[in-house]
């Protein structure tokens, strides 16, 4: 399964080594949405909004969706996780895929709107 990695998972990322072992499919991925600065050296992604949200596609061995999944705060709970996993529609050089991202549940963390839609990666490192 492909993964749209719009934040810290981005190659120069501070969790890009997360993807050591899967293959980058596409370089200039984009979604529609809002993307936002937590304001804690990562990204929250927004499905409502029609910014062009810029990332790269990356196809993940299972082996490593349980780390990502770990990472992204995501298990599948309802009720505690900070983030949804949702499968959607991603525009590549080559046409569609479908991918998955990670999009904020709760609204405290869509801090500073990136009207631009790219996470700059060094931001990463700055807390």
């Known amino acids: 399964?492909?993964?749209?990695?719009?934040?810290?998972l981005k190659?120069?990322?501070k969790y890009h080594f997360y993807l050591e072992e899967a293959d980058l499919v596409a370089e200039h991925v984009t979604i529609s949405g809002s993307l936002y600065d937590t304001g804690l050296g990562y990204p929250a992604l927004a499905l409502r909004g029609d910014d062009v949200i810029q990332g790269e596609l990356y196809d993940i061995p299972d082996v490593l969706w349980p780390a990502i999944n770990d990472l992204e705060d995501y298990s599948g709970n309802a009720k505690t996780d900070m983030y949804d996993r949702l499968t959607?529609?991603?525009e590549t050089e080559r046409g569609t895929k479908q991918a998955i991202v990670?999009?904020?549940?709760a609204e405290r963390?869509?801090?500073?709107y990136i009207p631009e839609g790219v996470w700059d990666v060094e931001r990463s490192f700055v807390k």
């Open 1 to 8: 399964m492909y993964l749209f990695a719009y934040g810290t």
């Open 11 to 13: 190659r120069g990322g």
């Open 88 to 90: 959607i529609e991603v």
């Open 102 to 105: 990670y999009t904020a549940k």
């Open 109 to 112: 963390l869509l801090k500073e």
